[in-house]
């Protein structure tokens, strides 16, 4: 049974920090790996999506790499701003999404 | 307004009542997806259609939920005899297959309070 974890649960951080979020999975049998975002009381942005024969993708400050046979991934935020502070969720992609719980990052002014 | 829409956004009940939610994937979009989300957890996966046949449901679908997408295009999400452990945030999503990597899109979720 896939389980994905995510450390850690909760991240706060002065603006212009660069960051990493860890995300890690039992079973590397997967299709891709995806970054979401997710505001409070909201739902789900997808930020960035992995395919298994991927190491890595970039978008903006973002960039998330894929190391399949360790079962981990990363997601390194650059120069924090406090409109990222948000709930980063992982998931991996086997048939369905199996998500992470979730780290919740604060960037303070 | 192009991305998922789900009605009601809250929804507030008393336990034992029945509650059904909506959802309105993107058009295009041929495969439709609940998951549900407490508080400081990530969604867990209920049950995914594509068109109009179901064709995966969790185990944490109980014989209380039933979820329906009649013409492979809105979907409905229905709890019976509501229990205080159904409140949750009750989320949609929907993607376009192509294969094995696609991009869901998520809907803003309904909020339902059991008391």
């Known amino acids: 049974k896939q389980e994905v974890t995510q450390i850690p649960a909760a991240l706060s951080v002065p603006e212009g920090e660069n960051l990493v979020l860890n995300c890690s999975f039992t079973?590397?049998?997967?299709?891709?790996l995806q970054w979401f975002r997710q505001d409070p009381g909201k739902g789900l942005t997808s930020l960035l999506l992995i395919q298994s024969s991927q190491r890595e993708q970039t978008s903006g400050r973002l960039n998330a790499s894929l190391d399949k046979s360790s079962g981990r991934s990363t997601l390194y935020i650059a120069a924090s701003q406090p409109g990222d502070s948000a709930t980063y969720l992982c998931?991996?992609?086997?048939?369905?999404?199996?998500f992470g719980q979730g780290t919740e990052l604060s960037v303070k002014p | 307004d192009t991305g998922v829409s789900q009605d009601p956004r809250h929804k507030i009940t008393k336990r034992g009542q029945n509650v059904t939610f909506r959802c309105d994937p993107i058009s295009e979009h041929n495969r439709l997806y609940w998951y549900r989300q407490t508080l400081g957890q990530g969604p867990e996966f209920l049950t995914y259609?594509?068109?109009?046949?179901?064709?995966?449901k969790s185990r944490l679908l109980s014989d209380r939920f039933s979820a329906e997408r009649p013409k492979g295009s809105f979907s409905t999400l229905e709890i019976q005899r509501t229990e205080q452990g159904d409140s949750a945030m009750y989320l949609c999503?929907?993607?376009?297959?192509?294969?094995?990597?696609?991009?869901?899109?998520f809907g803003s979720g309904t909020q339902l309070s059991v008391l």
């Open positions: 999503a929907s993607s376009f297959s192509r294969g094995a990597n696609e991009k869901l899109f």
């Open positions: 998931a991996v992609e086997g048939g369905k999404l199996i």
């Open positions: 079973d590397s049998a997967i299709y891709n």
């Open positions: 259609f594509q068109n109009e046949a179901q064709l995966e």
